[in-house]
């Protein structure tokens, strides 16, 4: 499960507070609703400016006394928030190991190709957010999800660049867990939808995406007909989920 950078011009059409999370009550300006302990919305690019000045947008919309901690009695995760800047140069290693290790060679067989110095870059760049699962009980590192605030095709929205999970973990619901996460975020900052770029030779990733998580094609992505979208010359797809009051909650 990954996210490449799709290329330019190529899609559709230009190519702990102390509290339980609160209900949206406000519409904004996107369409979307507003998080009534952020304040009052008036512009897509304050929403963002706003998400993207939260030191810790998972921790602070946990309910009172949430650890953190999720999972079940025999398989758990310890999951937190980081910037790109304040990873460790251990965990930023481990970040581009894993991530080299699961999608080099989808990234090869793409048109996109890998390259060791710009995957790097895109995994340090300064809006670079990170959901980061230790292992409860040694507390290594298992998984992580990339994440950004952006602006796309004209909405606020949550972009998710990659999420990686280390083979021993895969297949015991931590990279759902963390795209869960994610969509609480989304819901909870007031984003319109979780976006997301996956390759169409990455059949496991699709089929989580949109049988697992309900992911749909977006409307962004070069063709939006998933039956079409499959046979399309284009190497991948975008896929989105809209982050509404079902992904408020945990």
Not at 75 to 88: D, F, I, Y
Not at 105 to 128: F, M, N, P, V
Not at 157 to 177: D, H, I, N
Not at 221 to 247: N, Q
Request: glycine share 8%; charged share 25%.
């Amino acid at each position: 499960m990954g996210q490449k950078q799709r290329k330019k011009g190529t899609s559709k059409k230009a190519a702990n507070n102390g509290g339980k999370p609160q209900q949206a009550v406000a519409p904004g300006d996107d369409g979307a609703h507003v998080p009534p302990r952020l304040g009052p919305l008036r512009t897509k690019q304050q929403l963002l400016e706003r998400a993207n000045k939260l030191e810790d947008p998972l921790g602070i919309f946990l309910p009172n006394g949430h650890s953190g901690d999720f999972g079940n009695s025999r398989c758990g995760w310890k999951v937190s928030t980081a910037h790109a800047a304040s990873l460790s140069p251990h965990l930023r290693e481990w970040v581009f190991s894993l991530t080299k290790c699961n999608m080099q060679q989808l990234y090869r067989d793409a048109e996109i190709g890998w390259s060791d110095e710009e995957k790097r870059d895109e995994l340090q760049e300064r809006d670079a957010r990170f959901l980061i699962a230790l292992e409860r009980e040694t507390g290594a590192p298992v998984g992580f999800l990339h994440f950004r605030f952006v602006l796309e095709n004209a909405h606020a929205v949550v972009y998710c660049y990659e999420v990686q999970v280390e083979r021993s973990m895969q297949g015991k619901g931590l990279g759902k867990t963390l795209m869960q996460l994610l969509s609480f975020i989304g819901y909870q900052t007031g984003m319109r939808k979780v976006m997301l770029t996956v390759f169409k030779s990455n059949k496991s990733a699709v089929r989580f995406y949109l049988d697992s998580l309900q992911f749909v094609v977006d409307s962004f992505s070069p063709d939006d007909d998933l039956d079409m979208a499959m046979e399309d010359a284009v190497d991948y797809l975008i896929l989105s989920s809209a982050c509404d009051a079902d992904k408020g909650k945990l």
